[in-house]
């Protein structure tokens, strides 16, 4: 019976979350709250995506109305995948949270917090399961909204103008995606998403449809943060709560790169997409320009935070550029990189939050010999800081040797080359911390307390629990490549 | 025997290094010498097994989707494992006097990091296919680089920057294209006999690429201009410059090449489209021009760096000479030098320990001073000038027959200059210990290394004269690699 039902339980839990922290009010109580409710999440999605694989697709109309109605929740490998990859992440990081929060945030406020990260969390997973195309933006609007009430958590006042800045593009962006799905609605009468497929084909040279195009595209650009299209994020993750950022980090702009697959692939179709409308001519330069670029302004950062800001922005670059293959090892690339990814930046936000915990300040270079202070964080930071750069037997090789092999395939060598530039780019930005933790003997105004003092293990064990993750990932690939590859079967095979 | 087995005892003594610590150093160092004894025993089985022609491989650990971790014994590999097990024990016995005579800090750090190279070169040394031994190879660079930046002070944390720099960039940067491309072209990174590429449908020019970014790509090979990484890491510690950057990490390097021209390759394609003629020339000037930097050098230390820079080639210009002598004399080669090239670095470090000197021009009359290690460093400069009765000779020979089987006598004249310049800069090092006055005057007696260090001092000297009078069983050995 109750199996039935996962679809709706998968967005009614944390929904109901939010309201029941509010009235706990106690801040403990909230935690405890938006855990429990996180875990049924995770067990909610876990149990969907093994029934996906082993029955295929979960069609569940929400409230029993039939399609064109009603709502319909459409769940194949692809978004069972990133349900169970949000909600672990979101997961993981809301036990880590505790103590980080604890720290950072008012304790009057911590209930708004916890309230807050409970309809982000619907807010993405809404977005995931959803098979309704405007259904897609009011979740969009949930998870957005909240995410800017989260931003502006953080403790310092830049997080203000952070989550405001971040306010004026997401609502760009929103409104853009919005108006694509109205000129959509307009010329083919259809918000279902396998209607929509279905009806495009015959109206796609319509001009309604070419002008949804366009602004779906830069809409959803703009939320995935793709260069040149990026200027939100770095502040935003850089000042937000550590905890939020690990958080977004690790989910945020995987939906919405999810969103972006699922309209280019099943809604327009590669052949439409990257056929006809040249979406690799516009996204391709994009996202190569993204991740040479932003890894080699990351080298210059000082600010820990806002270096791993950047370098996310570089590694959506490596996530688009695999979707522009528009072929099935290039998708497979790039959803084993969502997955990695995911995983890996927020482990490397985790342990940034370590420090910020201890020590009080990300800025790199007075952070001289953390190593003998903070080992345990500081060999979190450097696993994980392996697995950004791709060397094997870490998830990021698994995904540079999927993408560089699917790139030589379709016979875009450049491309190959580039990521391996950018590649040897993050050898520098993550060697230099590195060096810094380990090696460098104090000279700063503000250097690390002597002494050990390691962060709690309340921060500790999630943040190892993630890097497990990813080392398991990492050694047998193949597991993740095959669960990508099923994604990438069902995004290219279209609906059913 | 599972090759696996390999990875276990050097793995294994970590936790009890950790344990021991420096607390109860002797059982710390005792744990690794019972590790050490056990790795060659395991070695010693696997090259019984490959002798009687069993098949020796571990199962398969799938990390891509159609590329898998996978261990196999063949007779290079089990060349090297072997080597690299027993010098492993001569060299922890070294560093103990080493160690504690210099008064060196982070020792349990030290051990473990150099316990885990060793693992890691194991996994090199039965690497199956191109993608583990990508593994291994990268896995060396990480495991060793604490050790190059031992000292923790500006100029090893220098040189630590270049290390890491060179090699991942060589390796992230041309070795691994190389690497996909083939898993591209061939479909397959399995070593086979008579390589995987014959059928791939490479042009010419596709394989000359191919060979060019593996030869460069393999920074540890040290092939000029991707050389300089080495003498820089000479801040390091000697045990690790003797075991490490004169055998374990830097054959590793050669041993990949060897592998790749034998296996992915295969010998017949490289000799039938003659790429090989446009990189051997760049190897020819590694070869050449670091014997005449190493001349330039007063450091102990700096001028066999530059040695071992020229003799890597050596085995580079072997393994692209593609012939079954010149590859069989390039394996060969791995061992002769190795043992000649550590009693080198050995004596340089008792020269360092004991009377403070590192360069060679404060050497005069030491002879008197530490007459077994300079008879040791003689035999080791005799063994890879490559003069009787010291080992170096026979793999010599083979190079150069290799050379004159691929129709091709020019390498030859390479060689022999080399080794006129060998004898130059090695020779005298020697003979002014043991011929010149010594410049102030001296205590009277003996001031040898510590017990432990001259054990193994005399140790590989002996295995460099033994190697001369018997190098059947090594040649014997390299007849079972299949060619073709």
Redesign the interface.
């Known amino acids: 019976m109750i199996a039935d039902q996962l679809p709706a339980l998968q967005i009614v839990i944390p929904m109901l979350a939010a309201p029941l922290c509010v009235l706990a009010k106690r801040p403990l109580a909230c935690w405890v709250i938006a855990l429990v409710a996180n875990v049924l999440v995770v067990i909610t999605a876990w149990s969907m995506f093994l029934q996906v694989r082993s029955d295929g697709v979960i069609r569940y109309e929400l409230g029993g109305w039939a399609a064109p109605t009603g709502i319909e929740y459409y769940v194949d490998m692809m978004n069972a995948t990133m349900l169970l990859l949000v909600s672990f992440i979101s997961c993981v990081v809301l036990v880590y949270a505790y103590k980080s929060v604890n720290k950072s945030v008012i304790t009057a406020k911590h209930y708004l917090f916890y309230a807050a990260w409970m309809l982000c969390l619907t807010g993405l997973l809404g977005m995931c399961i959803t098979g309704d195309a405007f259904n897609v933006f009011v979740f969009l609007e949930i998870s957005s909204l909240s995410m800017y009430m989260l931003i502006a958590f953080g403790n310092d006042k830049r997080a203000l103008t952070a989550s405001f800045r971040y306010l004026i593009m997401g609502s760009i962006g929103a409104s853009f995606i919005l108006i694509g799905i109205g000129f959509l609605y307009a010329a083919t009468g259809a918000l279902n998403m396998v209607d929509l497929a279905q009806r495009i084909p015959d109206a796609e040279s319509e001009r309604a449809v070419l002008v949804a195009f366009s602004f779906l595209t830069i809409g959803l650009m703009i939320k995935s943060a793709v260069f040149p299209l990026h200027g939100w994020l770095a502040n935003a993750y850089q000042h937000s709560p550590i905890a939020v950022t690990a958080f977004l980090a690790g989910t945020a702009t995987k939906v919405s790169l999810y969103v972006l697959l699922r309209f280019f692939f099943s809604i327009f179709g590669p052949n439409y997409s990257f056929g006809a409308m040249l979406l690799n001519v516009v996204l391709l330069p994009a996202a190569v320009a993204g991740f040479v670029l932003l890894s080699l302004v990351a080298i210059f950062q000082t600010d820990l935070r806002r270096m791993l800001a950047y370098s996310s922005v570089a590694q959506i670059g490596y996530i688009i550029a695999a979707f522009c293959l528009a072929s099935q090892s290039g998708l497979t690339a790039g959803i084993v990189h969502i997955i990695n990814h995911g995983i890996i930046k927020t482990a490397l936000f985790m342990s940034v939050g370590c420090i910020l915990y201890r020590v009080g300040h990300t800025h790199s270079p007075s952070l001289d010999n953390l190593f003998h202070k903070m080992p345990l964080t500081c060999i979190a930071f450097i696993l994980s800081g392996?697995g950004l750069?791709?060397?094997?037997?870490t998830v990021g090789?698994?995904s540079k040797?999927?993408l560089?092999?699917a790139s030589?395939?379709r016979g875009w060598w450049m491309v190959?080359?580039l990521v391996?530039?950018s590649?040897?780019f993050a050898?520098l930005y993550i060697?230099r911390v590195v060096?810094i933790m380990?090696?460098?003997k104090a000279r700063n105004p503000v250097p690390v307390p002597i002494g050990r003092s390691e962060a709690p293990l309340m921060m500790l064990i999630p943040m190892y629990v993630l890097i497990g993750v990813s080392i398991w990932f990492?050694?047998?690939?193949?597991t993740t490549?095959?669960v990508a590859?099923e994604a990438a079967a069902a995004l290219l095979g279209g609906y059913q | 025997m599972n090759p696996l087995w390999t990875l276990v005892p050097p793995l294994l003594v970590i936790p009890f290094i950790i344990y021991f610590g420096e607390r109860r150093r002797n059982l710390r160092e005792a744990s690794i010498i019972v590790a050490g004894l056990a790795l060659l025993g395991i070695n010693d089985r696997i090259y019984s097994s490959v002798l009687s022609g069993q098949v020796v491989e571990s199962g398969e650990?799938?990390?891509?989707?159609n590329f898998?971790l996978r261990l196999s014994a063949e007779p290079m590999g089990v060349l090297f494992g072997l080597l690299a097990s027993f010098l492993w024990i001569v060299t922890t016995v070294y560093s103990i006097g080493y160690m504690r005579g210099h008064d060196e800090k982070n020792q349990t750090r030290f051990y473990c990091c150099f316990a885990l190279a060793i693992a890691c070169v194991m996994g090199a040394a039965y690497a199956d296919n191109l993608?583990t031994l990508?593994?291994a190879y990268?896995?060396i660079t990480?495991s060793t680089f604490p050790l190059v930046?031992h000292a923790?002070n500006d100029a090893s944390?220098k040189a630590?920057?270049l290390y890491?720099?060179l090699l991942?960039?060589g390796s992230?940067?041309l070795f691994?294209?190389a690497v996909?491309?083939i898993?591209?072209a061939a479909g397959t990174l399995d070593f086979v006999a008579g390589g995987i590429l014959a059928d791939a449908g490479l042009s010419k020019g596709a394989v000359g690429i191919l060979l060019a970014l593996c030869v460069f790509g393999v920074g540890k090979a040290a092939v000029m201009p991707m050389h300089r990484w080495l003498p820089a890491a000479m801040v390091a510690p000697t045990p690790v410059s003797a075991l490490l950057h004169a055998v374990a990490v830097v054959k590793t390097g050669v041993f990949t090449i060897l592998k790749v021209v034998t296996y992915t390759f295969g010998i017949d394609m490289i000799s039938t489209t003659g790429v090989a003629s446009y990189i051997l020339p760049f190897v020819a000037f590694t070869v050449v021009a670091s014997s005449l930097i190493a001349f330039t050098k007063d450091n102990l230390k700096a001028r066999l760096a530059y040695s071992t820079i020229s003799q890597l080639s050596y085995i580079v210009m072997a393994a692209l000479l593609a012939t079954t002598m010149s590859v069989t004399g390039g394996a060969l080669h791995i061992v002769m030098h190795a043992f000649g090239k550590i009693t080198l670095f050995f004596c340089a470090g008792a020269i360092m320990v004991s009377l403070h000197k590192t360069q060679i021009s404060d050497l005069d009359g030491m002879g008197r001073r530490m007459p077994i290690t300079m008879i040791c460093f003689f035999i080791g400069a005799l063994g890879i000038i490559g003069l009787p009765p010291a080992s170096g000779v026979w793999s010599k020979l083979l190079i150069a027959g290799g050379s004159l089987e691929a129709g091709n006598a020019i390498w030859i004249g390479v060689l022999m200059l080399s080794t006129l310049l060998n004898i130059a800069y090695l020779l005298p090092i020697p003979l002014r210990a043991f011929f010149k006055p010594p410049k102030e005057p001296q205590p009277e007696g003996w001031t040898e290394a510590p017990f432990p260090s001259l054990w193994a001092i005399t140790v590989t000297a002996t295995a460099c004269v033994l190697l001369f009078f018997f190098p059947q069983p090594l040649i014997n050995l390299l007849g079972l690699i299949q060619w073709r």
């Open positions: 392996l750069i791709g060397v094997p037997l090789f698994v040797f999927s560089i092999s030589m395939e190959g080359a391996l530039l590649s040897l050898i060697g060096e380990l090696f460098r990492g050694v047998s690939g193949s490549l095959a590859s | 650990l799938s990390i891509l989707a898998s993608l990508f593994v990268e896995a990480l930046t923790g944390r630590g920057r890491l720099l991942m960039c992230i940067g691994l294209p996909i491309w898993a591209t």
